[in-house]
């Protein structure tokens, strides 16, 4: 942060031809600025490394040569203001800067469209030649951020580089869309339009958070760590090097022998990579966790009684790095399993259930597990799961180990009071479960993968009053590293503002979680983050006047897309009796925050042997319409019609704030 304000110059006028010491003056002033700028724009493909080379290379060749013809440097004219408006300073509003952002926006959009065959033999074109700076035996990186910078890097690494600049452009210089678009289409840009489009759904709901995000030092190329390249390699190749001049002075033909001899090396005898050396794993320290606000994987210390075996250690990350013909590779879906940038964080190290254990925790992504046989001579396994955002109840738990049809869970710090308990037997209360010092659990039952459905074990943590939570929940295995968190929404009152998702420890949770629990063998191995029972509607059924409830199971997989099923609870005897499965719907908002809308219908049976179309919607429904072989109308959010076993029925509703809603399938 400057303490003191930056001496003001004169901004040159439109049209005036643009002096190399104004210029200068300009790219000095606001250098980080420029050079963040490019490295956002720049193609993450060059690597990290190159990517801050290549942004500090832009904005220096921004600064115009001192033989630059006077008459062809020109800033653009700025935009129209009143006589009284003072005249700007060489900020992102002055014509000065805008000139010199506009040349290192040229070159940073270039290297997007380099050829194909370009860094290579043939001469690359001039605004992509390689220039200074050139950094020697160093490797350079901004400094890395948390879960979310990596999120929005991740987004912006997924578009093009003309939507990487409108982004930064708006959030950065604070640019509107016209502006935007304008600077897009002089800088060369394919669709300038088009680009300002998709910038503006990077960062959504919370673009405030996402400016924050972008200013932090994961993007800030001027503040950097530094590491060694391959030391072994680099003094091999020189003297590989020198060899070969010694040669060429003897004999021409050995120096080409030996040349060849020096490229045919593998790139990794010999070397040790920092990310996948023992020695530079990240180890949090044991308190951390009460004493920080990132409550998530991060803040789990190291545990586990070969926690200092290097060779372990050593294997788990070859392993990883390059697994062989007798390692079982395993991930969850959306998760990469592609060696660590960075060192990793060490989670675990030790024996568990015959076989010596490895936990991971690399960069806020991904939790990956490295298991051995202590004996029998059988192959190891790793296994990835993404655990990208994940907080107290999401971070809480980890798979260490799965013999038979029992599993050990490694638990965070965080966790005070550990219990079981089964869904389908809502009204039994918990089993204290013991757990040793280093955080592992004894032996817990795994929910059955197929044959009846007669228990659903699942863990009941509550968290320590040390981080002012103090709540208990509930989370199950569904066959991944990290279980899934259970929630509940009840369903909604007369007036009352619409109810949130909250831990589904009480009454009303549990009866709701006996009836649909079984429905959660739908879900097993499909990377689920947690799971939540929202009770939407209550009906009043037709022939006697019991009442049914409609429940929206929604499951958020750690990847993005969610999975719904919505469930029909008619009254029955039992109080675990299965609810009816009356849709199913993948890669859908409904049922979260962003689709709190929904109108679902199923066919029913009454007592006398009649037949009917039920359906309900949630709280915004005021009209339920029945179109097809039967026809129906009713006022509200439930309705009751007729009609044939076996009738075809379409249904819509009516919203009251305006619009309409077609029946969940």
Known sequence: MPIHQPQQRSAAAPGEPLGVQQAEAVLVEHYPRLVRLAYVVLPPSLGRHRRVLAAHGAVQRALPGARTSPDRVRVPAQSRRSPEAPEPAEGP???????????????????????????????????LRPTLPVVWGLRLFPRAGGVDELALDRALSEVPGAVRAAFALQLLDGLPETAVRALLAEAGAADPAGAVRRAARIGRPDRAAAQVLLRSGEFDPCTVQTRPSDLLRRRHRVRAVALAAALCVVAGTLAVAAEKEVRDEGPGAGVTVPALDPAALLRTAAEQWADTSRIDFTAWPVRGDRRGDGELLGRALRAWSEPSGNVQVSTTPGTVGVPPAQPPRLLFAGEVDGAAVVLFHDGGVRVVRYAEPLAGGGGAALDFARTDDADVTTGAAVVVSRTGEKARF??????SETTTRDLLAPNTPGRPLEVDPDGITAPVERPAAGGGCDAWPVLQLRSSERIVE????????????????????????????????????????????????CSLRALAGSGVRAVNNWAFAEQRLPEGGASAEWLCTRA??????????????????????????????????????????????????????????????????????????????????????????DASVQLTAGLRGGGTLAAVR
Not at 98 to 120: D, K, Q
């Open 93 to 127: 509003a002055s014509a000065p800067y805008a000139w010199m952002r506009l040349r290192v926006l040229r070159t940073a959009l270039a290297y997007e469209r380099r050829p194909g065959w370009w860094p290579g033999r043939l001469p690359a074109p001039a605004a």
């Open 556 to 645: 958020d997989t750690w990847r993005g897309p969610g999975r719904v099923l919505v469930q029909f609870l008619q009254p029955a005897a039992s109080p675990t009796a299965p609810a009816a499965v009356v849709a199913d719907r993948d890669d859908t908002a409904l049922c979260s925050r962003f689709g709190q809308h929904i109108l679902a219908g199923t066919h029913w049976k009454a007592a006398s042997g009649r037949w009917y179309v039920l359906a309900a919607g949630s709280r915004a429904v005021d009209r339920i319409e029945a179109t097809g072989q039967v026809r129906g109308a009713a006022g509200g959010p439930t309705l009751a019609v007729r009609a044939p076993r």
């Open 410 to 415: 490694l638990l965070a710090p965080w966790i």
């Open 470 to 517: 103090n709540h208990a929940f509930l989370v199950t295995d569904l066959g991944d590293l990290a279980p899934a968190h259970l929630t509940y929404t009840p369903k909604p009152g007369r007036g009352a503002p619409a109810r949130q998702p909250r831990e589904a420890t009480g009454p009303d949770a549990l009866l709701a979680w006996a009836r649909t629990a």
